[in-house]
């Protein structure tokens, strides 16, 4: 897969766009068990078995937050993340590419931070474990 721009990308949280996003990470994890029995050696030969037990994927958000901007849009989205991580209610995280193509994640915000920057600008990452994903088909 051809690696594409970040820069034309829309990130949503349920229907709210997440203004000044930078950098959005995916990363996944699996659990594997040993389930190798007595049944599986013999003599010097033995047979590993090995079993899935669970699949997890988490995301990774990080951008400004610009207070007292002449246009509220910009804090929306980043105000209905911190919403939804003090609730701790569930929320649909979409990413999209310049050409629409994306991921539709059903997702719980496991960490959000806030530092001040400079002046009215801040910094924040946001943490997400992701519960269910589709895809999102583009132009």
């Given at each position: ?97 310049a050409d629409g193509w994306g ?37």
């Amino acid at each position: 897969m051809a690696e594409k721009p970040f820069a034309g990308s829309v990130i949503k949280v349920d229907t709210v766009v997440v203004a000044l996003v930078n950098s959005v990470a995916r990363a996944g994890s699996t659990q594997i068990v040993d389930v190798t029995g007595a049944e599986n050696v013999s003599g010097e030969l033995s047979i590993t078995q090995r079993k899935v037990v669970s699949r997890e994927y988490s995301l990774e958000l990080g951008g400004v937050i610009v207070t007292g901007s002449p246009s509220a849009d910009l804090e929306a989205g980043q105000a209905a993340l911190r919403t939804a991580f003090e609730a701790g209610t569930a929320v649909v995280l979409q990413t999209l590419d310049a050409d629409g193509w994306g991921q539709d994640d059903t997702s719980l915000i496991t960490a959000l931070n806030i530092q001040a920057a400079v002046g009215d600008v801040y910094r924040f990452t946001c943490s997400l474990v992701v519960n269910s994903s589709a895809t999102v088909a583009g132009s």
